[in-house]
């Protein structure tokens, strides 16, 4: 799997967007982006995936740029409960590569009142 | 639909015991990968199963450590003799079968167990 990269920590004002840059300048073309999250002493939460084109659902919206190299998760209106870590993971998706998730230390955001 | 069940949440064990943890998959998945976290660290994997089979262990430690998903019933990670740096939070996640679909490798994480050992 490809390696990402992320900050290590981020703030946001309550009610506005917060926007999760991910680099993977290494990224396959069979390659996802996934997105997870975990909110303290809870199991990861799925939030969102996607190959080249933008993503959205019920959660967030998923952003990659045109050369694949990288991503930005958005969380269109941040409220105290997506105070969590997120993860950004490069995996091989549908069609093949069901194994592990690689972690790594993903983006602690904090969203301020 | 019921998630992914884990138990028990809380697990306390004095060391040369064993800790025995279950894992209930969604319903209709039959992939079930385990994860450990250590204390401040980050979620390591550990063992995919598929009923009755291993499919990758390669996260799992040497000794001590086994993982079984049989036929019937849920998926059980076993450690025997614990010492003190088994304490951690045990993650389990299952996903569909495979057939196509965006939502294939998904994976769908439980609560957690959480050991300690004494």
């Known amino acids: 799997d490809a390696k990402t990269t992320q900050p290590p920590s981020m703030d946001c004002a309550e009610g506005r967007a917060a926007n999760l840059p991910c680099n993977h300048s290494?990224?396959?073309?069979?390659?996802?982006v996934y997105w997870y999250r975990q909110i303290h002493s809870q199991g990861p939460q799925y939030i969102i995936h996607?190959?080249?084109n933008n993503e959205t659902n019920e959660m967030a919206s998923l952003i990659i740029t045109e050369d694949r190299k990288s991503s930005t998760l958005i969380l269109p209106h941040a409220t105290l409960r997506d105070t969590a870590v997120y993860y950004c993971?490069?995996?091989?998706?549908?069609?093949?590569?069901?194994?592990?998730?690689?972690f790594g230390k993903g983006t602690h955001l904090i969203i301020q009142p | 639909n019921a998630g992914v069940m884990q138990n028990p949440r809380h697990l306390v064990r004095r060391r040369g015991q064993e800790a025995r943890l279950r894992c209930s998959p969604m319903?209709?998945?039959?992939?079930v990968y385990w994860y450990r976290q250590l204390p401040e660290e980050g979620l390591k994997f550990m063992v995919y199963?598929?009923?009755?089979?291993?499919?990758?262990e390669s996260g799992m430690p040497k000794e001590r450590f086994s993982a079984e998903f049989p036929k019937e019933g849920p998926s059980i990670l076993r450690i025997q003799q614990v010492v003190r740096g088994d304490s951690a939070a045990y993650f389990c996640?299952?996903?569909?079968?495979?057939?196509?679909?965006?939502?294939?490798?998904?994976?769908?994480f439980g609560a957690g167990t959480r050991l300690s050992v004494l």
């Open positions: 993971i490069v995996r091989v998706g549908s069609g093949g590569g069901a194994d592990g998730l690689t």
């Open positions: 319903k209709g998945h039959s992939h």
């Open positions: 996640a299952s996903s569909p079968l495979g057939g196509g679909g965006r939502a294939k490798n998904i994976q769908y």
């Open positions: 996607g190959l080249k």
């Open positions: 290494t990224i396959s073309g069979n390659e996802y």
């Open positions: 199963l598929q009923k009755e089979n291993i499919i990758d």
